[in-house]
């Protein structure tokens, strides 16, 4: 039987590329997310893939969510947790705390929303696995972002105790704690760097490859490959794990 996966923001960047490996490897993936276009697009283009439009953090959005999984998908077996945002650049004395909130609402609350309705139906999975989005910062402090350092470093404690919680059901729960990942997001953050620092792109990329005993960017495609391991028939044994994908770096 194939599997039903969730994925939460997985209407682009890391979300899509576990998403369409999962259906490579002959899975059914429903996806949630904010952006309604990207969200048709997708369900479009992939027979195996069907999509909601929705907030994780509203509790109507999630209700339509889970009635959209069980008409279409009939169970669960794989939640990925990947929504987040990353919050406003400040330092902490200066951090405002409207963006603290909604950082957290997001990061925090709304992931423990989504795995709350999911958990009854991976209860009911021959081998539930529930995969949590971390980071870099999850691992390291991260000055001027103090607000997504601590939801990456609390969603480790979430994912350690849904490990403990949920074990005797057979579910597993690991994080996944990506470094710089390539694409058009990181282009941008070099960019703006550079900017800032009136140095070029080409510097900002050298100096954050300096970071890492791997000189590469991470790849949403390997991110996707850990995932599908981590849900797959040879990690039932695994839980409770952090899996820093980064190219061993050495802060944030």
């Given at each position: ?7 939460t923001?997985?209407a682009?960047?890391?979300?899509l590329a576990?998403?369409?490996a ?12 904010v952006?309604?276009e990207a969200?048709a697009?997708?369900?479009a ?6 999509g909601?439009v ?8 999630l ?6 999984i ?14 987040g ?6 330092p ?7 963006t603290?909130?909604?950082v957290v609402n ?36 991260y ?17 350690k105790?849904?490990?403990?919680e949920?074990g ?16 058009p ?5 070099l960019?703006?760097?550079a ?14 490859l ?24 040879h990690a ?5 794990q ?7 770096s050495?802060?944030?």
């Open positions: 039987m194939s599997q039903r996966v969730l994925i923001a997985g682009g960047g890391i979300g576990i998403a369409k999962f259906v490579a490897n002959g899975a059914r993936v429903h996806i949630a997310d952006n309604a969200v697009a997708i369900v283009e992939n027979e195996n893939i069907t909601s929705g907030d994780i953090s509203k509790a109507e959005d209700e339509v969510l889970f009635k959209d069980e008409e279409q998908l009939g169970g669960l077996d794989v939640l990925v947790n990947n929504a945002i990353a919050g406003a650049t400040a902490a004395n200066d951090y405002p705390i409207d603290w909130a909604a997001i990061n925090l609350t709304g992931t423990l929303m989504v795995t709350q309705r999911a958990i009854p139906l991976l209860k009911e999975s021959d081998a539930g696995s529930i995969l949590v989005m971390s980071s870099l910062a999850g691992r390291f402090g000055p001027n972002r103090i607000a997504y350092a601590t939801t990456k470093w609390g969603l480790v404690g979430f994912a105790t849904l490990a403990l949920l005797d059901f057979g579910i597993t729960a690991n994080t996944i704690h990506p470094g710089a990942v390539e694409g997001r990181m282009g941008s953050v960019a703006g760097r900017e800032a620092n009136g140095t070029t792109v080409e510097e900002e990329t050298n100096k954050a300096d970071n890492q005993s791997i000189r590469k960017f991470i790849d949403p495609n390997d991110i996707a490959q850990l995932a599908l391991f981590l849900a797959g028939p039932r044994t695994i839980s409770g952090m899996f820093p994908i980064d190219g061993d050495k802060h944030s």
